[in-house]
């Protein structure tokens, strides 16, 4: 996984998918959850494999008191930053950045639960799941939330990976800009020359904006181009920036295309359970209310 992560979490989302389903927490996937969360107590440990900012460490102080919560590991490869109401909730939780969960540092046989939201499908599933299969108790359990390739947060970005390749492009936005304030600066504003330009990138923003939308507003490009523009003497410093994000999104995104699990993905995963004992319990993919996928459930137990 890609060092953009950290720089990710240290902005506060909750989600490896930033906002793109903001009540995910209070519907749907909540309501997943709340079957294995309400019957913990302080005599469990729970482990959280790429916890993120700990959104469903969150979801466990809801649903259990306070004096009878489990002791959680809440582990991610990534550096996170935890907000204090959850850094500060209880001493049975342990916040650990830094952590592969390809190679847990858990004794075996020591998890009565092991849980994951939009996570381990991120890891060599390989090793990830044999270190499941080692560190579950015997009577314990795993569950996961895995993305789907066709859920409504994969596709559409899947759609602004696509348009972020393509501004990135030798012959895509970002060089247009650049070319629009080359000429600018030799030929002054308003030459036929630096017109051509903005024409040029007018009508390719026209024609992203038109081809879909949705996916060039989330790129923030057209921000980027009117901040450029408008900042004479803070150009090269608003590019790099630009550059930086783009760069960023990109990663994560491509991440994400990956991680995804489609029906290679779920036949390799139910070969990798039975090779390390795990009992399936429930693969099944999970909708909202109006039968959109949002993604997979997996349920394991020791075999």
Not at 126 to 147: D, M, N, P, W, Y
């Amino acid at each position: 996984m890609s060092n953009y992560w950290s720089q990710y979490w240290r902005q506060g989302h909750l989600t490896s998918f930033g906002d793109d389903i903001k009540d995910n927490y209070e519907g749907t996937l909540k309501n997943v959850w709340s079957d294995v969360f309400s019957v913990l107590n302080k005599d469990d440990k729970v482990i959280d494999i790429a916890t993120g900012n700990g959104a469903l460490v969150g979801l466990i102080y809801d649903a259990v008191r306070q004096d009878n919560l489990p002791y959680i590991d809440a582990i991610d490869l990534a550096k996170i930053q935890i907000k204090d109401s959850l850094q500060n909730k209880s001493e049975q939780t342990h916040f650990i950045g830094g952590i592969n969960c390809e190679q847990l540092p858990f004794t075996d046989d020591s998890a009565n639960l092991i849980i994951s939201q939009f996570g381990i499908e991120y890891s060599n599933l390989t090793k990830s799941f044999a270190e499941v299969a080692r560190v579950l108790a015997a009577t314990g359990q795993a569950q996961f939330i895995c993305h789907h390739t066709d859920s409504i947060i994969v596709k559409p970005n899947l759609a602004i990976l696509r348009m972020s390749l393509g501004l990135q492009s030798k012959s895509g936005g970002v060089t247009i800009v650049k070319q629009l304030l080359s000429e600018l600066k030799k030929t002054g504003k308003g030459s036929p020359k630096s017109e051509s330009v903005r024409n040029k990138l007018n009508k390719y923003m026209e024609k992203l904006l038109k081809t879909d939308e949705n996916s060039f507003m989330a790129t923030n490009f057209h921000l980027f181009v009117k901040a450029v523009l408008q900042n004479s003497s803070k150009q090269g410093e608003i590019i790099h920036g630009f550059e930086q994000e783009l760069k960023g999104s990109i990663a994560r995104l491509t991440d994400l295309a990956n991680a995804a699990i489609g029906k290679v993905k779920q036949r390799k995963i139910t070969a990798l359970c039975k090779k390390n004992q795990l009992t399936i319990e429930d693969f099944s993919v999970v909708v909202d209310d109006k039968n959109n996928i949002l993604a997979w459930k997996i349920l394991l137990t020791k075999a």
